[in-house]
């Protein structure tokens, strides 16, 4: 059963190296269940924040709770809470694939079953007795996340959960988040891929230099912030000739209804306004 309480909570996180404020007074409640993206620029903060969540760096100043626990002063009650998919991979080449979820089912104390479960989860099965240095990016990719859902964390973190994943594997650890979620897991994830927000993240927040610029579901943030633009095509003189209207603008309109009512119209339709363009629109800066 899902708690009430916050999963992820952090009030006022101010994180400074000398003079440069990398985390600039972020706040942010998180519920369990959800399914978290937390975006940014290059330099935004995001990795800074994910190292003070896991406990890798302290805070100047503010708090961060994971699961009711207070992460610099009670990290050893955290730690077994969380699992921590980072962005490249650090297995023992030499194991197997087996045996590199043996070794870390034992220091998190799961029963070896436990193994066995998770290889299947991610379609590893098969190769799962071959040596983990002759597994593809993809397959080394599925075996990092095996890896840190061993021991059935409350909350995940992910930092590009689809790198270098094929089309089908995409789907499969899509839906797996989606399942873990449905049970309760808190998934907080990172990611450049802006189709993977749209399809799988019930809120985002999206950090610029160190501020939190807004926080809200994908939906939400294209609807508040989509441009009602048409684009008409209509034929002059033997050309196609297009134009672009923004349906806000009274004069704009007014030209529309002379294309259609005056001119030979080829075809007229609405620009379609996604999460890429909120980014753009709200950070100033392409999603890189």
């Known amino acids: 059963m899902i708690s009430a309480a916050p999963a992820i909570e952090i009030n006022d996180l101010v994180v400074r190296f000398g003079k440069f404020t990398a985390v600039d007074q972020l706040s942010l409640t998180i519920d369990p269940g959800q399914l978290f993206g937390f975006l940014g620029p290059n330099g935004a903060g995001k990795t800074t924040t994910i190292r003070v969540l896991t406990g890798n760096q302290q805070p100047t100043s503010g708090s961060v709770r994971v699961a009711g626990y207070d992460v610099p002063q009670q990290f050893e009650q955290v730690k077994p809470v969380f699992g921590y998919v980072p962005d490249t991979e650090n297995h023992v080449d030499e194991f197997t694939g087996r045996e590199n979820l043996e070794l870390f089912a034992e220091l998190y104390q799961v029963p070896m079953q436990r193994v066995q479960e998770v290889l299947e989860m991610l379609e590893l099965a098969e190769a799962a007795d071959v040596s983990a240095g002759s597994y593809s990016k993809g397959m080394r990719r599925k075996l990092l996340i095996g890896r840190e859902i061993l021991h059935c964390p409350r909350v995940l973190y992910l930092d590009e959960p689809t790198a270098n994943l094929d089309a089908h594997s995409t789907v499969l650890v899509r839906d797996l988040l989606r399942k873990l979620a449905a049970s309760g897991v ?5 990611t450049h891929n802006m189709e993977e927000v749209e399809q799988i993240c019930d809120r985002v927040a999206i950090l610029c230099r160190g501020k939190l610029v ?16 048409v684009a008409a095509q209509f034929e002059r003189d033997g050309h196609v000739v297009r134009e672009s209207l923004n349906m806000d603008d009274r004069g704009q309109r007014d030209r529309l209804a002379c294309i259609v009512q005056n001119e030979a119209c080829v075809s007229v339709h609405s620009q379609e306004f996604n999460f890429q363009d909120v980014f753009l629109k709200l950070t100033g800066q392409v999603f890189e």
């Not at 808190?186 to 990172?190: A, N």
């Not at 943030?221 to 989509?226: I, N």
Request: glycine share 0%; charged share 20%.
């Open 186 to 190: 808190t998934i907080f994830l990172t």
């Open 214 to 229: 807004q926080c809200d579901s994908p939906t939400s943030f294209v609807t508040r912030h989509a441009e009602r633009i």
